[in-house]
């Protein structure tokens, strides 16, 4: 038999030669979870709780960062660094739930952990603004997170991020800027309960996750515009958490449906192969039925009667889509392309690593597939 946790190991430390960063080589305890938490809407949230949180964010803006993460000057930024070196595995791809999960713990963990939060991570229930995202309660300059970009940059001026300087982005570019966003209704229409309701009736994991990427995912981001919608940046927006937290929301209540069968449902590509996709603005309401290629993929399982059509084709691509002019998504000669670790063929599976340079342990998807196991939360 191959011996399986060997070549795991020595993948992880190929890894940690690479980034130059620690990665533990422990058996991963699964920590107590004694009472979980559940994480609600910012809809439902009282005024304290609202502040509460954007104080935790703003607290996190403040404190230095000691990741070491290219670029990253906060804690705040340590969030939008990784994800930046981790784009081009973390989307297209079957892990991009899965990252995205840990990604957003990882957050939550921070606040609570270096500004005292005591809360859940709030989630953005867009069903409730979509179409009408310039309209969301979210956006309340006082207990949300500012409004719409204004002047030639797109800058946000209210609201409690309106003075944070950002030193990541647009894309792989390191520079000083603003938060900035540029707001589309129409774009925001494919977060509607119609498209979340087609993807929550799939029932394997290679129909959900490319509708929820392709339909709600991709409106939360054209919907927010300019730094939220740079597929390598997006992080540097603090709205960035709560959008893909919904996502997460929906994800695990799509799990709930059959637990027995989706708490291990995994699969698609592991690189992306973005050569077949279009350059450009979303299209208005996003991709709704997920995404918009014509192609075969092959599953977790390896079963014949688990291809879907629809799909980018399996293979390595350097990022084409979605390049608009001063996205800057060409990754620089400085960032190393990102490694796949613990998942040797092109099919993701439950042994796929996913790694946050030292942001958090790293967790194999399989360790990520319930949210009420070392990561201890619910939904409302
Ligand atoms: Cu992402």
Redesign the pocket.
């Known amino acids: 038999m191959v011996p399986v946790l060997a070549t795991t190991v020595l993948a992880l430390l190929a890894a940690t030669a690479a980034f130059g960063l620690s990665v533990d080589e422990e058996p991963h305890e699964a920590a107590a979870c004694a009472a979980l938490k559940t994480r609600r809407g910012w809809h439902t949230l009282t005024d304290a709780e609202k502040k509460a949180y954007l104080d935790a964010e703003l607290c996190l803006m403040k404190t230095p960062s000691t990741s070491g993460i290219r670029g990253a000057r906060t804690k705040f930024d340590d969030f939008q660094a990784a994800?930046v070196l981790?784009?081009e595995i973390?989307?297209f791809v079957g892990q991009?739930l899965p990252?995205?999960r840990l990604?957003v713990w990882a957050h939550e963990q921070a606040l609570q952990n270096s500004c005292g939060y005591t809360g859940a991570q709030p989630y953005w229930d867009e069903t409730l603004d979509a179409g009408a995202f310039s309209k969301s309660p979210i956006l309340d300059s006082i207990l949300g997170f500012g409004g719409d970009g204004t002047g030639p940059n797109n800058c946000i001026e209210t609201g409690p991020f309106a003075n944070y300087t950002n030193p990541l982005g647009p894309g792989y570019a390191i520079n000083d800027h603003c938060i900035d966003r540029q707001i589309s209704d129409a774009q925001s229409a494919a977060a509607s309960p119609s498209v979340v309701a087609r993807c929550m009736n799939t029932t394997r994991y290679l129909d959900f996750w490319p509708c929820v990427e392709g339909g709600p995912h991709g409106a939360g981001h054209g919907g927010i515009g300019a730094q939220m919608l740079n597929?390598i940046s997006?992080?540097g927006d603090p709205l960035?958490f709560l959008h893909?937290t919904w996502l997460d929301r929906i994800w695990a209540q799509w799990q709930d449906g059959d637990p027995a069968a989706r708490l291990k449902d995994m699969g698609g590509n592991n690189r992306q192969n973005l050569s077949a996709m279009p350059t450009g603005p979303f299209p208005t309401g996003g991709f709704p039925g997920g995404f918009p290629w014509g192609t075969v993929l092959p599953t977790a399982t390896g079963s014949a009667s688990q291809t879907r059509t629809g799909m980018p084709p399996v293979g390595t691509g350097a990022p084409g889509g979605f390049n608009m002019p001063g996205m800057n998504m060409t990754r620089p000669a400085d960032v190393p392309e990102p490694e796949v670790v613990g998942d040797p063929g092109n099919v993701t599976t439950l042994t796929h690593l996913v790694y946050l340079y030292g942001l958090v342990q790293n967790r194999t998807v399989g360790e990520l597939m319930d949210t009420r196991g070392f990561l201890c939360y619910e939904y409302d």
């Open positions: 994800h981790q784009m973390a989307h991009f990252f995205h990604f597929p997006s992080p960035f893909h």
